[in-house]
């Protein structure tokens, strides 16, 4: 379960302080999916990085699985995001060195060795789509397929909470469809919870809760 | 996938910012090895170049008396191989061309020697007679070839001191004419010297037997070349077992008849050393030892009438030979201070009684050989029979040219004899009674009167020996002769034995650590490898901020991202290394042509060549890899502290916005070190307790520290708000243009403080070393100056025994009068000179014994030099430092002044730091040093007073080492004179000024070297500044089209971007100048008329234009590629 509770961040500027969220309170079971939605400079990325633990918030409390990631320190944080947290994003940060199935692997590469993982990465790979292409590298993958590339990445740690910053925003409408339709299709059926950001409005009626994010507070559509 | 193959696929992907790394870590490794290897090369150069003079000889036994050639077959069966020499230096010419070379190694050798040769054909059987070998140098320095006659001239061996009154100053020179037979390479033997030094020496060999002939040293040698048994024992205990009295110039001579045994010496007088041992040797044997001083009285006159030319025996008033002595009554005498007995030949001559008033007239030897008649007047004690103890001519030990001649008019002493006042009586009693004293004094009146001036040549002429009880005379001497024997060491009779072959391996460690040296002249080039590696690796690392945020954000821990970027920069590192070694050595061969053409001034050594240990090429990559790691860290430091969800946004510095702590802890650093480095600096005003590499070094760099926070500071406070910004001024355009370019200095802080701290660290290097080039002044008559005020400096090969300054010394030393003409309008400084190793910076080898030399009173009363130090405490030492000479220090520690570079890097001692030097009788003494002179003439030179230098080096007699005050317009003219005039003497004139110029040349070469590798540095640090110039357009270039799409025209956006680096640079500049001006300023106070200021000036506005100019060039081009399509993506 996702619980964030009155998050709140803010950052000093030279005219003063800017307040980008001002508590933003959501609470999301297992299985649950929800599209966040909000103008440019609404603070919905800022809101990501903090619910994939990559920033902490300047005050509230969160919570995954019942456990408040804020409160380990950085090693530990890492594992919690390495073990919990899959992060898909709008450039979707292939390695460029590496082929589709080693960027899919590299999410294991920071913890233990997992033998199991490159089984895992294959089958990932198949189900976006992708088994004929594992061995290719980024440069010779079409925008569609890195994205679902970076989705098989996200979840080959079988984390409990699918983070997806504007994951169809750099493609084609066509394209687009494609990645959402594998969104929905990993997630369903699944405890995962999946949260996506997006300005898409047809992206974001394909999940059951939509939520807006204005003046640094999230309402529920 | 594992993570190993994530790196190599890393290290393939991202190559071009690798291979960067790698060839940064290639320039380090080059200049770091490349220094070691310049380290190795030299030792193992000056090793090969010392020991290859030195043939098969590893041993050598010298020292500053003649011994017997026949004490090598006595030592043979002990040593492998042994030749007896004679190694002297003089003067040598061409018979005909009177070419002319001074400082010549004479060596008189035979086959023993050349059977020493190391490689290849020796020079063949030594012919005898008057033949002649030089090596080539010598050839051709005097342009002879076989067949040709050349002229030897050298100083003539003095048993008896020149400085005493029986001295030979007449004899103090021989001359012969050779024929050049043969002509050796000038290496191996052919180039035989012990004195280590670079330059070749110049060698003329001559038939041992010729030698001895010239030099009037029969069977005699002065130096025993070795060549060690494996087996044998230490050289020393067979020197011990085998030496003689006879190779101390010592006889021991028994008078059956009057039952004593007498200890003489050669030199007339016997060593002090010689008599305390002779004396503990006749307390052993039992045997009662008693003092005699004999003297040469002019006259001894009572009553109106004279006796000329008289021995007086000076004798102890309580000893053996008193009481043997009777009146013509037959009843003892006895003898008080002040009173004198006169023999009854003497008394009858004279017709006095007892209590008479009887006057001694006598020559004292002053300085220079001048002769002062002294009189003293004695009560007449008695009149003693002239026969039995009285009789005895034995009083007088024998010397040549007056104890061995048939008449009294056939006298050839030293000193004037008026011949005409001899009378027929005393050519009878010459006949009948040789030297026999006609006249006895106390001892303690014969010391107090003749030999209280020179007791470090001795007291005594004669120490008798009485056997007591029952032994006789032969016992007694045999047991005296072998007690004294066992008590008198060869070392400390001047007969050492000397590892040539260890001291050459010691002395080819050079004076300075060449490694060390080039180090630190490669050292900015390393730094700006250093700085260059952490920039491009830290530029890599920015560039794939996307990569390390996604890794963040994939759960690696920062210490992991860290840990496969470093392990990525390893690789490089390492191979960049590796290729170091190779790069290296192409360095240092560089380095070494360098130094043998180009920079050939700074050490005079064409032998030099490559030479590398294993041990420099393991350190060089070692080291190399080890520097490169923390530039490494130091590259990925900004991007490890950046969250993952700001790198995967891009973003590569701190956020814009920072607290003010960070510019605080700048602005402490800065107040800091500012006022170390100034506190510092200041110190060498007060004391000499901080010294002037530490404080140009130290103080400099902390400067420098400062600055550099200070732009850190200031940086800071330009993002905080709090600058110097102010808004855009919208009536000046390009005022405008300039201040938005200022505004985007610091929006990449770190590269901006990067830039600024290359530009400064340059700056700083070649401002500061270019106020240390030196240039001699143009007034040479200045007394406070390198040269002192002098026009001249002489060195002889022999010392000269007379005055230049008196008439009667001109006369003496018979100068033509226009040669005597100059010198009356000049002064001639004489010192006196223990030969040894240069300790200038014109010697790269490690100086064992360095040359020194006695300082006369009037150089002392006369001042003059600059100082660069002093332990000066009254007025009137600060006046005149020269009178620290005369400080009496406890302990026995003599005061010494020595030039500041020769004490600092060739002796590696201080101000106030004591250096140990060996006296003569091998003892070590040690020097204090109580001022150092600033870049003299005298480098090269240890100087103490005279009167102490005489106690030290009693053999060191006459005065080789002048220095000359002239009007400058004579000097060229008096030079040659005095070459001329001189030649006996092997004189040998040079000007000040081309001395200084020549010293100078190697503190310049020594800077120029230092400049062109700073230059090297700040080349590689330029590619630096390119490549964050660039990367800072290609990272603005949206920024840059959105200008140029709003109108800015290509000239603008140049001004713009110029704007930001031109006050990085100037910035830079600044900080670099300033902390350099205020390092030097001690120099500048000290010696601001040696500062080449023009070329420093020039430089000072050289490099701001050139930086400019040339980021400009850099920056036109960058910005000249389209720049819309970056827009467009946008």
């Known amino acids: ?221 | 996938m594992n993570r190993s193959l994530l790196l190599r696929r890393s290290l393939v992907y991202h190559w071009r910012a690798h291979l960067a790394v790698t060839l940064g870590v290639i320039a380090a490794g080059a200049a770091l090895t490349g220094a070691l290897l310049v380290g190795d090369s030299m030792r193992a150069s000056l090793q090969a170049n010392a020991l290859g003079r030195l043939g098969r000889v590893d041993q050598v036994v010298t020292g500053p008396r003649f011994f017997r050639e026949a004490l090598a077959d006595e030592l043979n069966p002990s040593v492998q191989a042994l030749a007896p020499i004679i190694m002297l230096r003089g003067g040598v010419s061409h018979a005909t061309s009177h070419a002319r070379a001074n400082q010549v190694g004479i060596l008189g050798v035979d086959d023993r020697f050349w059977a020493l040769h190391a490689t290849g054909p020796t020079a063949g059987e030594m012919p005898r007679g008057s033949k002649a070998i030089l090596n080539r140098a010598l050839a051709d320095e005097i342009g002879t070839q076989l067949g040709d006659a050349v002229i030897l001239r050298l100083g003539k061996p003095q048993d008896v001191s020149v400085d005493t009154l029986l001295g030979r100053r007449d004899q103090m020179t021989t001359s012969a004419r050779l024929t050049v037979v043969g002509i050796v390479p000038a290496e191996d033997l052919g180039a035989f010297e012990l004195n280590v030094q670079q330059q070749t020496p110049l060698n003329l060999y001559v038939p041992l037997e010729a030698l001895q002939r010239i030099l009037d040293q029969p069977g005699k040698a002065n130096a025993l070349l070795v060549e060690n048994k494996p087996a044998a024992g230490p050289l020393a205990d067979a020197l011990a077992a085998h030496v003689s009295l006879a190779d101390y110039g010592l006889t021991l001579r028994t008078d059956a008849p009057q039952g004593y045994a007498a200890l003489e010496s050669d030199a007339f007088l016997i060593a002090p050393a010689f008599e305390q041992a002779a004396r503990q040797a006749a307390d052993a044997c039992g045997a009662k030892a008693e003092s005699i001083l004999a003297y040469l009285a002019n006259r001894i006159t009572a009553g109106g009438r004279s006796i000329p030319y008289s021995t007086v025996a000076a004798i102890p008033a309580d000893g053996e030979t008193i009481t043997r002595l009777r009146t013509p009554d037959g009843a003892a005498v006895h003898l008080q201070p002040g009173e004198i007995l006169l023999n009854a030949w003497a008394a009858s001559d004279l017709a006095v009684n007892a209590a008479a008033r009887v006057e001694l007239a006598y020559y004292l030897s002053g300085a220079f050989g001048r002769l002062d008649v002294s009189t003293s007047a004695f009560t007449l004690a008695g009149t003693v029979a002239l026969t039995g103890a009285a009789a005895d001519p034995g009083f007088t030990p024998p010397y040549p040219g007056v104890t061995d001649v048939r008449h009294l008019a056939d006298w050839d002493p030293p000193f004037p004899v008026d011949l005409k006042r001899l009378r027929d009586r005393d050519e009878h009693y010459w006949d009948e009674y040789r030297t026999t004293p006609k006249a006895f004094i106390t001892l303690a009146d014969g010391e107090k009167l003749w030999a209280a001036e020179h007791e470090q040549h001795g007291r005594t002429t004669s120490l008798r020996l009485w056997p007591q009880g029952a032994t006789d005379l032969a016992t007694l001497s045999a047991a005296f002769r072998k007690e004294l024997m066992s008590r008198i060491t060869p070392a400390a009779a001047g007969l050492a034995v000397v590892d040539v072959r260890a001291v050459a391996k010691e002395a080819g460690r050079g004076s300075t650590d060449f490694s060390g040296l080039f180090i630190g002249f490669s050292f900015f080039l390393i730094i700006a490898a250093i700085l260059l590696v952490a920039l491009l690796f830290r530029l890599g690392a920015e560039r794939r901020a996307h990569e390390i945020g996604l890794l963040l954000a994939l759960g690696f821990s920062p210490r992991r991202v860290s840990r496969m970027l470093v392990a990525e920069g390893a690789v490089s590192a390492g191979i960049g290394a590796a290729l170091g070694l190779l790069a290296g050595v192409g360095y240092a061969k560089l380095m070494i042509l360098g130094l043998r053409t180009s920079w050939s001034d700074a050490v005079h050594a064409p032998f030099l060549h490559f030479a590398g240990t294993a041990q420099s090429y393991v350190l060089g990559a070692a080291i190399t890899f080890c520097v490169a790691l923390p530039a490494l860290l130091w590259g990925i430091r900004n991007v490890r502290r950046q969250p993952a969800s700001r790198l995967l946004a891009g973003a590569v510095e701190a956020a814009t916005t920072r607290t003010r702590r960070p510019a605080r802890g700048a602005a402490l650093t800065a107040w800091l070190a500012f006022a170390a480095g100034l506190a510092l600096i200041a110190a060498t005003f007060f004391t000499t307790a901080v010294s002037a590499p530490l404080a140009f070094f130290g103080g400099g760099s902390a400067l420098l520290v400062a600055g550099i926070a200070a732009a850190a500071t200031l940086l800071g406070a330009e993002i905080c708000g709090t600058g110097f910004q102010t808004g855009l001024p919208t009536t000046h355009h390009t005022r405008a243009l300039l201040r938005l370019g200022l505004r985007s200095a610091p929006r990449h802080p770190g590269r901006s403080l990067l830039i600024i701290a290359l530009i400064a660290s340059a700056t700083f290097v070649t401002t500061a070393i270019q106020a240390f080039r030196m240039a001699p002044a143009d007034d040479l008559t200045a007394e406070h100056g390198g040269t002192g005020g002098f026009t001249l400096i002489a060195e002889a090969a022999t010392p000269l025994p007379y005055d230049l300054n008196t008439p009667a010394g001109r006369e003496d030393l018979n100068l033509a009068p226009e040669t005597r003409d100059l010198l009356q309008r000049s002064t001639c400084m004489p010192f006196r000179l223990r030969g040894g190793d240069a300790a200038s910076c014109l010697n790269l080898y490690k100086p064992t014994e360095p040359r020194i030399l006695g300082v006369p009173c009037a150089m002392t009363h006369r001042g003059g030099f600059t100082f660069a130090a002093t332990e000066a405490a009254t007025a009137a030492e600060r006046d005149n430092p020269w009178t620290l000479l005369d400080r009496d220090l406890p302990d026995g520690v003599i005061p010494a002044i020595g030039d500041e570079a020769s004490v600092m890097w060739q002796l590696h001692s201080g101000l106030g730091k004591t250096y140990t030097v060996t006296d003569q009788s091998g003892q070590p003494r040690r020097l204090r040093f109580v001022a150092l002179l600033s870049g003299s003439i005298l480098q090269g030179e240890l100087l103490i007073a005279e009167d102490r230098f005489r106690t030290l080096f009693p053999a060191v007699a006459g005065h080789a080492y002048f220095l000359i005050e002239t009007p400058p317009a004579d000097a060229d003219r008096l030079s040659h004179l005095l070459e001329t005039d001189l030649e006996p003497y092997a004189f040998d004139v040079t000007s000040a000024r081309e001395r200084l110029a020549d010293l100078y040349a190697v503190q310049n070469t020594y800077l120029s070297t230092f400049q062109l590798l700073g230059g090297l540095g700040a080349l590689l640090g330029s590619f630096g500044l390119i490549a964050v110039m660039l990367r800072n357009v290609w990272e603005r270039r949206r920024e840059y089209a959105l200008m140029q799409a709003v109108g800015f025209s290509q000239r603008a956006l140049v001004t713009v971007v110029l704007a930001e680096n031109a006050a990085l640079i100037l910035g830079g500049l600044a900080i670099g100048v300033a902390a350099a001006l205020i390092a030097i300023a001690p120099r500048i106070v000290a010696d601001a008329a040696h500062v080449a200021w023009g070329p420093m000036l020039l430089l000072l506005a050289g490099m701001p234009l050139f930086g400019i100019c040339a980021a400009a060039a850099v920056l036109t081009a960058a910005l000249r590629a389209p720049l819309l399509p970056a827009l467009r993506r946008e």
């Open chain 1, 1 to 221: 379960m996702l619980d964030a509770r009155a998050i709140e961040k803010s950052f000093a500027t030279r005219s003063g302080t800017l307040t980008v969220l001002a508590g933003v309170t959501l609470q999301l079971e297992n299985g649950a999916s929800a599209a966040i939605m909000g103008p440019s400079g609404s603070g919905k990325s800022t809101l990501l990085n903090i619910l994939g633990t990559l920033e902490p918030p300047t005050s509230g409390a969160l919570q995954i699985d019942g456990r408040d990631p804020f409160t380990l320190d950085n090693r530990e944080l890492g594992v919690f995001r390495n073990r919990t947290v899959g992060l898909v994003f709008q450039d979707h940060h292939l390695l460029p060195q590496c082929s589709a199935l080693e960027n899919v692997l590299l999410p294991t590469l920071a913890g233990e060795a997992d033998p199991a993982a490159p089984r895992r990465g294959r089958e990932l790979l198949e189900r976006v789509g992708l088994a004929d292409r594992s061995d290719h590298r980024p440069a010779e993958l079409s925008g569609g397929e890195r994205q679902r590339v970076a989705i098989a990445r996200a979840l080959v740690n079988r984390p409990r909470l699918l983070l997806a910053d504007e994951p169809t925003g750099n493609l084609d409408r066509r394209t687009a469809d494609r990645v959402a339709d594998l969104l929905v299709e990993l997630h369903a059926g699944s405890d995962l919870i999946l949260i996506v950001v997006t300005h898409s409005e047809t992206l974001a009626a394909r999940f059951a809760q939509r939520w807006e994010l204005a003046d640094g507070r999230l309402e529920r559509q």
